[in-house]
Every structure is written in C-alpha cells, then in structure tokens.
C-alpha cells in the first residue's frame, strides 16, 4: 500500500516537471518571436506582448511542423510578399527585430503569411508553405501554391476528375460493345428504328470510302452533331461534345451488325 502512494506521489512530481517544461518551450518560442530573452530563473513576459505575438508565433509553428511533416512534398516556392501596414506591435519573423513605423512598417506574404521587414523578405529562402485558409480560388491560381497548400502533388481537381474519367471508360472493346447496345435497348422503338435503319444506310456508304471518301470516321463528324445533339441548345456544349458524338456514330457504322 505504502508502494503505492509513493508511486502516485511520484507521477504527480513528474507531471508537474512536464508541464513546468512545456512552459518553459513556449516561452523560449515566444522569446524569439519577440527578440527578447527569457530569465534563467523562467521568468514570465509581459501578457500584452503575449497577445501581439500569438498570430506570429503561430505562423512560425504551423510553417515548421509541415516542414518536418513526412507527408509533406517539398516542391520549392517563393513569397508573394506586398506591402503591409500592421495594427499594433509587430516583429519580423526572419531578423526577430521590431517592425518601426506607423504605416508599411513591413511586407507581408500573401500565400502564407510570413511578417518580415522589406530588406529582410530579400535574404528569405524560398520556403513558402501556404496556409489553406488564405488561397481563395482553385482555378486561375499558381499551381505550387495550390499543391503545397493542399499539401498534395497534384492538384485535388485534376485527381479526382481523372479518377471519374476512368472509372467511367471502358478499355476492353467487347465491353464498351456491350455497353453501348445496352443503352440502345433504352431507345423508344420508334427511335431505335429509325437509327437502326440509317446505320445500315451508312455502313454501306462506307464500302465506296475509295471513291466518295467517306469512312466511318468521316460520317461521324458529319452525322454526329444531328444525331446526338443535347437537349439543351449550349454551344458550349456542343462544342465540348463534338468529339464524343462523332466517337459513338463512328461506333455504331463499324458495329451495325453486332449492335442491331
């Protein structure tokens, strides 16, 4: 029984050391953020500079853990450094000195948010890890800003449209064959009638490709745009589908007597 109170009265003692030493690191990194020193002795900064010095105390933490991160992809960028003007006391987070001045007292990265005075944003490396909640747009926006703030190699757009895309076509020719008279099957019968009769038409049309130079592929880009319009009338859109509307005739001229 007397092991055991010994051993909690241990544990307490220990805990108390490492929250005494948690203190004491954060003090260390307030320390350099302000460019002041800590007492041998531990002694505490004043509460008010604490408050100046959260956001950029924070800034510096957030930008050294990715870099130590290990799933973090090193791609090399540059700040996007514009002139700032701070609201209260403010210390460069390269130099560690104060910021003078009222007005555009330093620069500030856009990407971010890295606080340095302007001759110091010259000697800064190229280390610029951006903060996810400053980049506003996924498009029209620099690409290693987008993949290193998303801490990504590509871009999350072009993963998950690729993913989509192949999920969706088919390699094997039996298959794709096979899904397409599915969807025929679908056509009221009127309509798949009528198209059914117009291939046969075509695939003859074809058999002269010597002398009217007509090939299947040839009449999918002239019969593509009527037969497979949208039902929206988007020029956008039908720009956009061209390709896949010549594709799919082209398809069925070649395949007529498997498809009907």
């Known amino acids: 029984m007397l092991s055991q109170e010994v051993w909690l009265e241990s544990e307490k003692k220990c805990a108390v050391v490492r929250k005494s030493k948690q203190g004491r690191k954060r003090q260390e990194l307030l320390a350099v953020a302000l460019g002041v020193k800590v007492g041998v002795k531990g002694s505490f900064l004043w509460p008010p500079l604490k408050l100046f010095a959260c956001p950029q105390i924070s ?71 951006p903060d996810l909640k400053r980049i506003k747009k996924v498009y029209c926006c620099d690409l290693t800003t987008l993949v290193k703030a998303h801490n990504a190699q590509r871009p999350m757009v072009v993963d998950m449209c690729i993913r989509e895309i192949e999920a969706r076509e088919i390699s094997n020719a039996d298959e794709r064959l096979e899904a397409v008279h599915e969807v025929l099957m679908l056509l ?7 198209l059914r009769y117009l291939m046969i038409h075509l695939k003859k049309v074809t058999m002269n490709e010597k002398d009217n130079f007509m090939n299947a592929e040839n009449l999918g880009i002239v019969f593509g745009p009527t037969l497979m319009r949208p039902p929206e009338d988007s020029t956008l859109t039908t720009l956009h589908d061209m390709r896949y509307q010549k594709l799919i005739v082209q398809i069925l001229i070649e395949n007529e007597d498997v498809l009907f």
């Not at 957030?62 to 992809?73: G, I, P, Q, V, W």
């Not at 009221?188 to 009528?194: D, S, V």
């Open 188 to 194: 009221p019968p009127a309509h798949y009638e009528t």
């Open 59 to 129: 800034s510096l933490v957030r930008r050294a853990a990715l870099t130590h991160s290990d799933n973090h992809f090193n791609y090399e960028k540059t700040h996007n450094f514009k002139v700032h003007t701070f609201r209260g006391p403010h210390w460069c987070e390269y130099c560690a000195n104060f910021m003078w001045g009222l007005i555009a007292q330093g620069v500030r990265c856009s990407d971010c948010g890295l606080n340095v005075h302007k001759q110091c944003s010259k000697h800064v490396p190229n280390d610029c890890q």
